[in-house]
């Protein structure tokens, strides 16, 4: 499995940004699909954005043109812009990996390593 980090989480007013990076431990990273999770308490975790080894992405349909998520191999970092942000947002976001290839673009139940978390509060 794949260890990660979060950081970049914090507070922001509506219509802001933020840039949330996601560093990961091993050697193979480029090999993995990564993806941002959210879950607000009460509600289950959501699939926000990912990104297939190959570059191709998926975003929630509420986030579209809203958030962008790249990534950096050689860095081994996956990143999530968030712009125009809104109340709704407000959530713990997650970063996580999955090693079964571009199925996991769409399908939460493939992604096995979790990091740890990181607040984002848009306030209105």
């Known amino acids: 499995q794949v260890q990660l980090v979060e950081s970049g989480g914090g507070l922001v007013q509506a219509g802001g940004s933020l840039r949330l990076s996601c560093a990961a431990s091993?050697?193979?990273?480029?090999?993995?699909?990564m993806g941002w999770f959210r879950q607000v308490p009460g509600k289950e975790r959501e699939l926000v954005t990912a990104?297939?080894?190959?570059?191709?992405?998926y975003y929630l349909d509420s986030v579209k043109g809203r958030f962008t998520i790249s990534r950096d191999n050689a860095k081994s970092t996956v990143y999530l812009q968030m712009n125009s942000l809104k109340p709704e947002d407000t959530a713990v976001y997650y970063c996580?990996?999955?090693?079964?290839?571009?199925?996991?673009?769409?399908?939460?139940?493939?992604?096995?390593?979790w990091g740890q978390g990181t607040q984002v509060t848009v306030s209105s």
């Open positions: 996580a990996a999955s090693g079964l290839g571009s199925r996991a673009l769409t399908i939460a139940a493939m992604y096995r390593s």
């Open positions: 091993g050697r193979t990273f480029s090999a993995y699909t």
């Open positions: 990104i297939s080894s190959g570059g191709s992405t």
